[in-house]
C-alpha cells in the first residue's frame, strides 16, 4: 500500500480560497476516480467532505470542492471561515488496499 | 439513523492480544466492506485494513505495519466487524475506528482508545 503525499501545513485568511494537494501514483489516485478528502476536528472522529473526486454528501458546504488531475487530487475551500480550521486527509481507492494521505493541517489566520 | 460503535480498547502490555469490536447499526451491514483505522496520539489517520462484504468473497487487506499481526473478521447476523489484535507493540497504540464503504467512508464512530505499556 502507498501514502499519499500531502503539505503538512496551509493557512489562508477568512474569505480566502487555500488549496490542500495530494500526489499519488498510478496506482492509486491516476488510476481510480474514487478519491475522497475527510476533515477532522481536534478530538472528533473524521467527517467525509468529498467523494469520489469532486462529489460532495449531503450537508457539505459548497465552499468544498475537489479535483484530480493525473496522479495528484486536490481539495479547494473557498470563503475560509473560523471554523474551517482543521486537520485535512485525502484518501484514494487502490485494487488491494487503501492509499491514505499524512493529513495537512489548515489555520485560518 | 446510520451508527458505528468502537469497543474493546484497554491498556494492555506489550506482546498480549486484544480483540476490537464494531457494532453497526440503521443499514444493511452485509452490504459493505468494513474497515479500521487508526490514530496515534498527536499523529495522522492510518489505515489498518479492510473486510470485504461476502458479496465480493468476504476477503480481507491488511497494512503492512501490522499484516501477520491483525486478523479482521465479520458476523454479518450481528452486524459486528472485529480487529483481533496479536502481538502488541507499543507503536499500536491509538484510537481505532471502523468506518464502512471500500471507496470512500462515509460513516466514522468515536473510536476506542488502545493502549499498549508495560
Known amino acids: 500500500q502507498s501514502a499519499l503525499t500531502q503539505p503538512a501545513s496551509v493557512s489562508g485568511s477568512p474569505g480566502q480560497s487555500i488549496t490542500i494537494s495530494c500526489t499519488g501514483t498510478?496506482?492509486?489516485?491516476?488510476?481510480?476516480?474514487?478519491v475522497s478528502w475527510y476533515q477532522q476536528h481536534p478530538g472528533k472522529a473524521p467527517k467525509l467532505i468529498i467523494y469520489?473526486?469532486?462529489n460532495r454528501p449531503s450537508g457539505v458546504s459548497n465552499r468544498f470542492s475537489g479535483s484530480k488531475s493525473g496522479n495528484t487530487a486536490s481539495l479547494t475551500i473557498s470563503g475560509l471561515q473560523a471554523e474551517d480550521e482543521a486537520d485535512y486527509y485525502c484518501?484514494?481507492?487502490?485494487?488491494?488496499?487503501?492509499?491514505f494521505g499524512g493529513g495537512t493541517k489548515l489555520t485560518v489566520l | 439513523e446510520v451508527q458505528m460503535v468502537e469497543s474493546g480498547g484497554g491498556l494492555v502490555q506489550p506482546g498480549r492480544s486484544l480483540r476490537l469490536s464494531c457494532t453497526a447499526s440503521g443499514f444493511t451491514f452485509g452490504d459493505y466492506a468494513m474497515n479500521w483505522f487508526r490514530q496515534a496520539p498527536g499523529k495522522g489517520l492510518e489505515w489498518v485494513g479492510f473486510?470485504?462484504?461476502?458479496?465480493?468473497?468476504?476477503?480481507?487487506e491488511y497494512a503492512a505495519s501490522v499484516k501477520g499481526r491483525f486478523t479482521i473478521s465479520r458476523d454479518d447476523s450481528k452486524n459486528i466487524a472485529y480487529l483481533q489484535m496479536n502481538s502488541l507493540k507499543t507503536e499500536d497504540t491509538a484510537v481505532y475506528y471502523c468506518?464502512?464503504?471500500?471507496?470512500?467512508?462515509?460513516?466514522w464512530g468515536q473510536g476506542t482508545l488502545v493502549t499498549v505499556s508495560s
Open positions: 469520489d473526486v469532486s
Open positions: 473486510i470485504r462484504s461476502k458479496t465480493y468473497g468476504g476477503t480481507t
Open positions: 498510478s496506482s492509486d489516485i491516476g488510476g481510480y476516480n474514487y
Open positions: 468506518p464502512r464503504g471500500r471507496r470512500s467512508f462515509d460513516f
Open positions: 484518501s484514494s481507492y487502490a485494487s488491494s488496499s487503501t492509499a
